[in-house]
């Protein structure tokens, strides 16, 4: 069953599926650690309601607080009037690396995402920015608000995905409106023929299946931005404007992949991973730990992609016989680095765990 269901969104049989309908399913840690930029097949999907078929003249509106309402077909967003762009930029999911915290405690309702719920990928489409300059921003206008087509059950009441960021943020030359995605039409699975791309925030607000941009005064009202994807205290219930609303990410590195095979005794061993800055900063270094936090050593930082994507890195190992506790951790250009354990990290929605990056790998004894 799960075979077809990744089979019928193009993705490869040893995906993990959380859930068929919605389909909601991640790349194996191991495959997304081996291309810097993510192949369609190895980019997690996230989706809160069933994917929307669209009609062939489905168009985007552009509307609020503007002197001047836009109604655009896909057609006249890419006909030339506005400059066309490319943004690499990863997206990473606010409940990725959550397994981690219900490793803690149990996080009833929510996917058990493990360290797969991110990718990078090259964007192309039009600025945002230049879409708002055409509509004419009211003064009052202070957040933009991005709507999809299609309607999610499990929010209450069921309704459209959406969420806004900041005008400030909108307007920033790396927000993106998307129709290719590594270079290839947009795949309707993530978001095809339209999604919004907002680099550097959570993927909550990289909507998908976009239907209408709306100039507010205040952030996005609804279920997804007024109740969930907002970090809220051990023991409460997530309740409109409860809890802190989640907007830009934050500092995150794992591990993402040793070779295939199990590793032998005294022969080297190549850890894979990604650091990942918040806020406009970059990575500036990497820590990597095989003995439980005791010493860390340098990784080597792979190709910069620019300031919205990950960084890559790698480091050689040889590890003696036994379990090993493989932590890494990332420090950024204000000298920030990462928590330690998940377990401060812990909050009833299992959002935003930044904690260093863990793997245990174990080396058999070497052969007599
Ligand atoms: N319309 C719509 N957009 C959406 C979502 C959704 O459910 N509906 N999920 C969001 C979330 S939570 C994430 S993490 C990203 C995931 O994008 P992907 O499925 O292309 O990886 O899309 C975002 N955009
Ligand atoms: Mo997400």
């Given at each position: 069953m799960i075979g077809a269901v990744n089979q019928r969104f193009g993705k490869p049989a040893d995906t993990i599926v959380h859930?068929?309908?919605?389909f909601n399913a991640e790349p194996p840690r191991g495959a997304l650690g081996r291309e810097a930029i993510t192949s369609f097949e190895r980019f997690y999907v996230r989706g809160h309601g069933v994917v929307p078929e669209l009609p062939a003249d489905a168009t985007l509106r552009v509307e609020g607080l503007v002197d001047e309402p836009l109604e655009l077909s896909f057609e006249q967003l890419r006909d030339g009037r506005f400059p066309q762009v490319e943004v690499t930029a990863t997206l990473q999911c606010a409940?990725?690396?959550r397994v981690e915290l219900i490793a803690i405690r149990d996080i009833p309702g929510e996917a058990s995402w493990g360290s797969g719920a991110t990718g990078t990928a090259v964007w192309r489409g039009v600025r945002l920015a230049d879409v708002i300059a055409a509509v004419g921003p009211r003064p009052e206008a202070r957040h933009a608000a991005f709507v999809g087509a299609e309607r999610a059950e499990e929010a209450k009441p069921p309704q459209r995905f959406g969420g806004s960021v900041p005008l400030e943020k909108a307007l920033r030359p790396e927000v993106v409106l998307a129709w290719e995605m590594n270079g290839e039409p947009l795949p309707s699975v993530h978001g095809g023929p339209l999604r919004a791309v907002v680099p550097?925030?959570?993927?909550?607000?990289?909507?998908?299946?976009?239907?209408r941009v709306e100039l507010r005064a205040?952030?996005?009202?609804?279920y997804f931005q007024e109740t969930a994807y907002r970090l809220i205290r051990p023991g409460e219930q997530p309740a409109p404007g409860l809890g802190i609303e989640l907007g830009e990410i934050l500092l995150n590195a794992d591990i993402l992949s040793a070779d295939d095979a199990p590793p032998r005794p005294g022969s080297p061993l190549e850890l894979r991973g990604y650091a990942l800055a918040g806020g406009g900063r970059s990575v500036s270094r990497v820590d990597v730990s095989c003995d439980g936090g005791e010493t860390w050593n340098a990784a080597r930082l792979l190709e910069d992609l620019g300031p919205w994507a990950w960084r890559l890195w790698s480091l050689r190992v040889e590890l003696p016989p036994g379990e090993h506790q493989i932590f890494a951790r990332a420090w950024d250009t204000s000298g920030g680095t990462q928590p330690e354990s998940p377990a401060t990290l812990w909050n009833p929605k299992g959002?935003?765990?930044?904690?260093w990056g863990r793997m245990r790998i174990s080396v058999a004894p070497a052969e007599s």
């Amino acid at each position: 069953m799960i075979g077809a269901v990744n089979q019928r969104f193009g993705k490869p049989a040893d995906t993990i599926v959380h859930e068929q309908d919605p389909f909601n399913a991640e790349p194996p840690r191991g495959a997304l650690g081996r291309e810097a930029i993510t192949s369609f097949e190895r980019f997690y999907v996230r989706g809160h309601g069933v994917v929307p078929e669209l009609p062939a003249d489905a168009t985007l509106r552009v509307e609020g607080l503007v002197d001047e309402p836009l109604e655009l077909s896909f057609e006249q967003l890419r006909d030339g009037r506005f400059p066309q762009v490319e943004v690499t930029a990863t997206l990473q999911c606010a409940g990725n690396r959550r397994v981690e915290l219900i490793a803690i405690r149990d996080i009833p309702g929510e996917a058990s995402w493990g360290s797969g719920a991110t990718g990078t990928a090259v964007w192309r489409g039009v600025r945002l920015a230049d879409v708002i300059a055409a509509v004419g921003p009211r003064p009052e206008a202070r957040h933009a608000a991005f709507v999809g087509a299609e309607r999610a059950e499990e929010a209450k009441p069921p309704q459209r995905f959406g969420g806004s960021v900041p005008l400030e943020k909108a307007l920033r030359p790396e927000v993106v409106l998307a129709w290719e995605m590594n270079g290839e039409p947009l795949p309707s699975v993530h978001g095809g023929p339209l999604r919004a791309v907002v680099p550097g925030y959570i993927g909550a607000r990289s909507v998908k299946w976009l239907h209408r941009v709306e100039l507010r005064a205040d952030p996005f009202d609804g279920y997804f931005q007024e109740t969930a994807y907002r970090l809220i205290r051990p023991g409460e219930q997530p309740a409109p404007g409860l809890g802190i609303e989640l907007g830009e990410i934050l500092l995150n590195a794992d591990i993402l992949s040793a070779d295939d095979a199990p590793p032998r005794p005294g022969s080297p061993l190549e850890l894979r991973g990604y650091a990942l800055a918040g806020g406009g900063r970059s990575v500036s270094r990497v820590d990597v730990s095989c003995d439980g936090g005791e010493t860390w050593n340098a990784a080597r930082l792979l190709e910069d992609l620019g300031p919205w994507a990950w960084r890559l890195w790698s480091l050689r190992v040889e590890l003696p016989p036994g379990e090993h506790q493989i932590f890494a951790r990332a420090w950024d250009t204000s000298g920030g680095t990462q928590p330690e354990s998940p377990a401060t990290l812990w909050n009833p929605k299992g959002y935003m765990n930044t904690a260093w990056g863990r793997m245990r790998i174990s080396v058999a004894p070497a052969e007599s």
